[in-house]
């Protein structure tokens, strides 16, 4: 059984097909780091594996999911070792929306409270010293998911190959250079790393149909059964199979993976 992790704003209550409550709250817990909005999923459960089509992962995400940053490595793993044999597709989940979204320490309080020491422990990384200082500072930084997701949207369509990438660098952005994600500015200048025209980008971030779009995959995430983030899906011939919900390690992973490709 995998880990299903509570996460650094990670989990939170959602439409989803497990009777969780209905409310905007966004839920860190024990130190285990069990996701708790409702019932734990079974990870690996009813697998069923077919090699006869090409396989897509679906990496259900937030550039602002502090346990998605302690996730990088894991998925730097998976891409490095079964990237030719599958298609990593990254939905953003649109952690901090509305009244979810704020001044770091009214939403997120959990993090000044120690929970980013959690997810260090756990997966080996460390949140820089810029974002902590804000943090245990002034606090100025503002959680909001919409206008990195943009970003992310506009870096899928003008460079595809990059999608994963430049998820993990807006992740590295906030949780360790300590950029805030309401800087448009700041966020063109990590496109512009991954090939971006700055002020086309610039532009684009503008565009109502970027905003509707990523208004159309947090939907996508919001209709789903899943209750958090990261949580990885094998999608093949119409079939989806639950891989994991919450943190794991890659070498869980692999046992997991591995069969999938058995006659590939």
């Known amino acids: 059984m995998l880990f299903l992790s ?47 089509s090409k396989i897509k992962l679906k990496y259900y995400y937030d550039a602002l999911c502090g346990w998605c940053y302690g996730f990088s490595e894991v998925m730097s793993k998976i891409e490095q070792d079964y990237g030719d044999k599958l298609d990593i597709e990254v939905i953003s989940g649109g952690l901090f929306l509305g009244n979810r979204a704020g001044r770091i320490n009214d939403v997120a309080p959990h993090i000044k409270n120690g929970a980013y020491k959690i997810v260090e422990r756990r997966t ?37 190959e990059e999608e994963l990438r430049f998820a993990k660098l807006l992740l590295k952005a906030v949780y360790f250079d300590g950029l805030n994600p309401i800087d448009l500015d700041g966020l063109a200048a990590y496109a512009v790393k991954i090939g971006c025209n700055k002020e086309v980008f610039l532009l684009k971030m503008k565009e109502d149909k970027y905003r509707q779009t990523v208004e ?43 069969p999938f490709f058995i006659n590939c």
């Open 6 to 52: 509570t996460i650094i704003g990670c989990a939170f209550s959602n439409k989803t097909n497990m009777k969780a409550k209905k409310n905007n709250t966004i839920e860190c817990g024990s130190v285990e780091g069990i996701c708790k909005p409702g019932d734990r999923i079974k990870a690996g459960h009813d697998i069923a594996y077919n090699t006869t």
């Open 124 to 160: 080996g990384v460390k949140f820089g010293k810029v974002f902590l200082s804000d943090v245990f500072g002034e606090g100025k930084t503002i959680l909001n998911s919409l206008l990195p997701t943009i970003a992310l949207c506009i870096v899928r369509e003008e460079f595809p």
């Open 216 to 258: 159309k995959e947090f939907q996508l995430f919001r209709n789903s059964e899943y209750n958090g983030m990261p949580t990885l899906v094998i999608e093949q011939n119409g079939n989806q199979t639950l891989i994991s919900n919450g943190y794991a390690k890659f070498e869980e992973l692999k046992l997991i993976l591995e």
